[in-house]
């Protein structure tokens, strides 16, 4: 499932790092695997609606699966019902 790159902005992230000290090869660094982490890791509502699509669907099929069963039993049971006395 193709994941929305979340924003976050490395170039802030450096900026305020750097200016609390951290050494800028340091800052850049975590600012691109932080980065990474969000990208590939946190889902983004375009994610949870591709999932909710497909939960929708498989709940369809499964009703649709759960009623033609209850139809066939329906029609055995009155199928059987003319051997009854």
């Known amino acids: 499932m193709p994941m929305t790159n979340l924003a976050f902005d490395t170039h802030k992230f450096v900026k305020d790092l750097t200016k609390a000290k951290m050494p800028p090869e340091q800052a850049e660094a975590l600012?691109?695997?932080?980065?990474?982490?969000?990208?590939?890791?946190?889902?983004?509502?375009?994610?949870?609606?591709l999932v909710e699509a497909k939960i929708d669907s498989v709940s369809k099929d499964l009703w649709i699966k759960v009623l033609s069963?209850?139809?066939?039993?329906?029609?055995?049971?009155?199928?059987?019902?003319k051997y009854l006395p």
């Open 31 to 49: 600012a691109y695997h932080y980065a990474s982490l969000l990208n590939d890791r946190i889902a983004t509502k375009d994610d949870i609606r």
């Open 69 to 81: 069963a209850q139809i066939a039993t329906i029609v055995v049971i009155v199928g059987l019902l």
